[in-house]
């Protein structure tokens, strides 16, 4: 629609979901500590910490994801049904306990990166306000500094 909304490139959103920095810049990690995700990001204030009921997405990512795996393990494994059908099993419940446990940080970062890409993200403001839709009014200018 406008060039605004151009900008946000789908490759370049995804690489960086997938190192797990902000969608947005990519000059910080989303990760605050271990399974803690912050609250915004600190160089170009990108909201990441939405209202209530916005991770309900980042659940239904990780879920489905594990799901797949599962699944995939299931059919790479196939030949031990008949033979081992328990060591099947076991391997199977390995997955599915470990595996959302492993992708937590990822289904978040995935999450705000689809969140961005479609309607950018909300920005932080030192007063606690939200900027909805704040791609230029409050990050953009590059260098990590906040605009009025
Ligand atoms: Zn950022």
Redesign the pocket.
């Known amino acids: 629609m406008s060039a605004k909304r151009g900008r946000r490139s789908i490759p370049l959103t995804l690489a960086r979901s997938l190192r797990l920095?902000?969608?947005?810049?990519?000059?910080?990690t989303i990760v605050e500590r271990p399974f803690q995700i912050k609250h915004?990001?600190?160089?170009?204030?990108?909201l990441f910490k939405r209202e209530e009921g916005f991770f309900v997405g980042a659940i239904v990512a990780n879920v489905l994801t594990t799901e797949l795996v599962v699944l995939a393990t299931y059919f790479a494994l196939i030949a031990l049904a008949s033979a081992h059908f328990d060591l099947l099993l076991a391997i199977l419940l390995a997955v599915a306990v470990l595996f959302p446990v492993a992708f937590y940080h990822h289904s978040w970062s995935l999450w705000l990166g689809a969140d961005y890409v479609i309607e950018s993200?909300p920005v932080y403001t030192e007063r606690g306000r939200v900027v909805e839709d704040g791609d230029d009014r409050a990050?953009g200018n590059g260098r990590?500094e906040s605009k009025p």
């Open positions: 920095r902000c969608p947005a810049c990519g000059r910080a915004h990001c600190p160089a170009c204030r990108a993200l990050r990590g």
